[in-house]
Nanobody, 117 residues
Framework: QVQLVESGGGVVQAGGSLGLSCAASGSIFSINVMGWYRQVQGKQRELVAIITSDDNTKYADSVKGRFTISRGNAKTTWYLQMNSLKSEDTAVYYC???????????WGKGTLVTVSS
């Protein structure tokens, strides 16, 4: 099992920046993909960014050039730096981990990011 805890959400003005962190514990050896998703009430959860254990990254088109995903040396912490925030970035952001060897996905409880215009 893997436990994920997000931190860093809050309220920021449009055009501002905010950073999120995800702390992982448990069977972290099994994690091979780390990422961030977001969800607006009434809509499907969507991919924001992912980073693999060999540091390949993928971003949603809507955040390319504005958001950066990174991770620490061990698979215990990963980050999402969000710049040039827009009102449409307002959502609950979820930390995600995928363990391919077990075919399992893990989720944090989410942290709210509100971008005020």
């Amino acid at each position: 099992q893997v436990q994920l805890v997000e931190s860093g959400g809050g309220v920021v003005q449009a055009g501002g920046s905010l950073g999120l962190s995800c702390a992982a514990s448990g069977s972290i050896f099994s994690i091979n993909v780390m990422g961030w998703y977001r969800q607006v009430q009434g809509k499907q959860r969507e991919l924001v960014a992912i980073i693999t254990s060999d540091d390949n990254t993928k971003y949603a088109d809507s955040v390319k050039g504005r958001f950066t995903i990174s991770r620490g040396n061990a698979k215990t912490t990963w980050y999402l730096q969000m710049n040039s925030l827009k009102s449409e970035d307002t959502a609950v952001y979820y930390c995600h981990a995928h363990a391919e060897m077990y075919g399992l996905d893990y989720w944090g409880k989410g942290t709210l990011v509100t971008v005020s215009s």
